[in-house]
């Protein structure tokens, strides 16, 4: 059973910065970032996993550009830079992470077996 735990969630303005991180009790081979706003369902952010020893990266749309995903793989930490936040970027933040390899439709989540208890990002215009 692999357990994640988040932080570095907090408040910020609008074009402000932020780091997630997410420590992984074990490694895992896929991990990813997803947020869920209220009243909305939950979305893919990032995704990482490595390859022949380089990190493979996808973003969605809405923040390509302004976050960037990154992995210590000897901490098993995952994080998540967040520059020129947006309100709408406001949302609770989860690390998601699966021994198996990274499934093509990963930013739906089912590919995910293990979840943190989120992070909570406001971003205040």
């Known amino acids: 059973q692999v357990q994640l735990v988040e932080s570095g969630g907090g408040s910020v303005q609008a074009g402000g910065s932020l780091k997630l991180s997410c420590v992984a009790s074990e490694y895992t081979l896929c991990m990813g970032w997803f947020r869920q706003a209220p009243g909305k369902q939950r979305e893919g952010v990032a995704l990482?996993?490595?390859?022949?020893?380089?990190?493979?990266?996808q973003y969605i749309d809405p923040v390509k550009g302004r976050f960037t995903i990154s992995k210590d793989i000897v901490k098993n930490t995952l994080y998540l830079q967040m520059t020129s936040l947006k309100p709408e970027d406001t949302a609770m933040y989860y690390c998601a992470a699966d021994q198996r390899s990274c499934s093509p439709d990963w930013y739906r989540g089912a590919a995910f077996g293990y979840w943190g208890q989120g992070t909570q990002v406001t971003v205040s215009s």
């Open positions: 990482i996993y490595h390859l022949f020893g380089n990190g493979i990266t």
